[in-house]
């Protein structure tokens, strides 16, 4: 059976609108995907039906305590955790990572030293930077391979020492698409006795998350990237969450995940991000799985995988053909299961704004910058203040949707040299 994407976008009501009587082409799904009409539904009917704070005697604030219970157990079965005590939900991975860098540099002492990748984004960069200032910590950077596109074990295992207490890296690019071997570069940061701390944000749209097969301690992502709400997830082994005191208030739960949800929790946002898992696993069913909600979930993935790799093929041949274009990424279709569907690019003499501008004006909707990929940018000597275009496919894109786009790049870096001269 093909994969149903025509099935699949009929719950998107967002991808029929049209601005002025033209079609919208969301290629923007790097920066946040749409969403189906069941998780804006299960957002709406919780503000309306179940509004209430959480803990006390009466119906709604029952119901409203069973939807957050429901929403850590959904995001457990969603990144495979032991449980939902292991899941802590809040505003967006960055918040979330400064929080729980915070938490952990509290333990850490002058001296220690934190590893970061040159392929992360921002969100798993500065929290680190700011911690070793604040504490006094070694900092060390990994390039990535402009051959493989990915961190090398070996660049990993050339900066850990025995004073290495943390690892943040990167599962999937939101600049380069290209996918970490993340569990390899676990085992070895591990073998060095070092926590880590995964980046899934730009993965988990795209693949199973499988927590217990990486070995990590913490994973972090985002759900407005997977079809759902705008918050931030993150995942802690148990063992090690228990043992962490986070900042937060003298009088509330020590209990996990509570400790590290400090304030009311966006109790309606959660009711949407059940929805998702939900969305997933409905997904699944569709390409004909019956079993428990992870299996439906990772049938949904199987299923979404091989489309996105016809998507993210036919885009890279498409752009290859543009004089003057470079791929900042894996473009051999041989190796197109080590990337995600997000493609960036540079043309000679073009500056990404203006192309996107244009595309803007055909109502494609795709990014230009650096996309706090800054350490992408600076490794690969690309102007941050102009960055890269990004085109970025989803599960609901059509390979009509990316001929389009890629029509419209040649049109309009044609135009663009005409206009030059
Ligand atoms: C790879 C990656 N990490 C982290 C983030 C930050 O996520 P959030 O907006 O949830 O803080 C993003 C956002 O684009 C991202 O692409």
């Not at 059976?1 to 079609?23: N, Q, S």
């Not at 996918?179 to 676990?186: A, E, P």
Request: proline share 5%; aromatic share 6%; glycine share 8%.
């Amino acid at each position: 059976m093909g994969f149903p994407v025509e099935a699949l976008r009929a719950h998107f009501p967002a991808l029929a609108l049209k601005d002025d009587g033209h079609r919208r082409i969301h290629l923007d799904n790097p920066a946040g995907t749409q969403v189906p009409r069941a998780v804006a539904d299960a957002v709406a009917r919780c503000l309306i039906e179940t509004n209430a704070n959480l803990g006390g005697h009466f119906s709604t604030t029952v119901a409203a305590g069973r939807v957050v219970d429901e929403a850590h157990a959904a995001m457990a079965d969603f990144l495979g955790a032991a449980g939902p005590e292991e899941i802590v939900i809040g505003p967006n991975m960055t918040t979330l990572t400064y929080h729980l860098s915070r938490t952990l540099g509290r333990g850490f002492s002058p001296g220690d030293e934190i590893v970061v990748t040159r392929m992360d984004h921002e969100g798993n960069v500065s929290p680190w930077l700011q911690l070793s200032e604040d504490r006094g910590l070694v900092v060390h950077f990994v390039p990535f391979s402009t051959d493989s596109w990915q961190v090398e074990e070996e660049a990993l295992a050339a900066v850990l020492t025995e004073r290495t207490r943390l690892v943040a890296l990167n599962h999937a690019s939101n600049l380069t698409g290209s996918i970490n071997r993340v569990k390899t570069l676990t085992k070895v940061a591990k073998a060095a006795g070092a926590l880590v701390y995964v980046d899934a944000v730009q993965f988990a749209p795209h693949g199973l998350v499988d927590v217990a097969e990486l070995g990590c301690d913490f994973l972090a992502c985002s759900s407005y990237k997977f079809f759902g709400p705008h918050m931030g997830i993150v995942w802690g082994r148990r063992e090690v969450l228990e043992t962490l005191a986070p900042y937060k208030c003298r009088c509330s739960s020590n209990g996990l995940p509570e400790r590290f949800e400090t304030g009311t929790p966006q109790i309606e946002l959660m009711a949407g991000l059940t929805a998702t898992v939900d969305h997933f696993a409905e997904l699944g069913a569709m390409v004909g799985e019956a079993g428990p909600r992870r299996s439906r979930v990772a049938a949904a993935y199987a299923a979404s995988i091989a489309h996105e790799a016809g998507l993210a093929t036919r885009l890279i041949a498409g752009l290859s053909a543009v004089d003057g274009l470079a791929i900042h990424g894996i473009v051999d279709p041989a190796r197109v299961a080590e990337r995600v569907p997000t493609v960036s690019f540079t043309v000679d003499g073009i500056r990404p704004d203006s192309l996107v501008r244009l595309m803007a004006a055909e109502n494609i909707f795709v990014w230009s910058g650096h996309n706090y990929a800054w350490e992408i940018v600076h490794q690969l000597g690309i102007p941050a203040e102009d960055g890269v275009v990004r085109i970025g496919a989803a599960a609901y894109n059509t390979p009509a949707e990316i001929d389009e786009a890629v029509y419209s790049v040649r049109r309009n870096v044609a135009m663009l040299r005409q206009q030059r001269g």
